[in-house]
């Protein structure tokens, strides 16, 4: 069975923001308050090369605009320029993003960055299947992946 740490300094670190924008809003100050209460949320894009990235891609994007979030995208090695091309519309709209290219598993690599980082708010993929790219036999298993990810898994193509 899978445990997941518990990341005290960031549970600490939380309380001791909130405690001071409780202490600024009561004070007025409530745009400060604000801006200590805010996280840097992130959205993490899967992207395998496929004809249902463009599908993804746009949810991400618009769910980026709409929350003023961050975008994380992965996508196996090799395609990295054809990724880089199709993310001019995220550039365009001012969006901040980050691509990581992997040589491997993307279902290994979506599973560590999300528990890497406390901060993603969903995964946004295609399918299950595009989840397999680059994959051994270990992790082929739908509901250990659903089971492993921290936060949401938006499947824009099922």
Do not use: H, W
């Amino acid at each position: 069975m899978y445990r997941k740490k518990i990341d005290m300094r960031g549970i600490m670190k939380q309380l001791e923001n909130t405690l001071s924008a409780s202490a600024f809003a009561e004070a007025g100050e409530y745009e400060t308050a604000r801006q200590l209460i805010k996280t840097d949320q992130r959205v993490l894009l899967v992207l395998t090369g496929t004809i249902g990235d463009a599908k993804s891609l746009k949810y991400a994007e618009n769910f980026c605009e709409r929350m003023k979030a961050k975008l994380e995208v992965i996508c196996s090695a090799g395609m990295r320029d054809s990724i880089e091309a199709s993310l001019r519309s995220i550039r365009e709209k001012g969006i901040e993003y980050t691509l990581t290219v992997t040589a491997g598993c993307l279902k290994q690599a979506m599973v560590d960055i999300t528990l890497a980082n406390q901060d993603i708010l969903y995964v946004v993929v295609n399918s299950f299947s595009d989840l397999e790219v680059g994959c051994s036999g270990d992790l082929n298993t739908k509901t250990d992946v659903r089971d492993m990810v921290r936060c949401p898994l938006v499947v824009v193509g099922a």
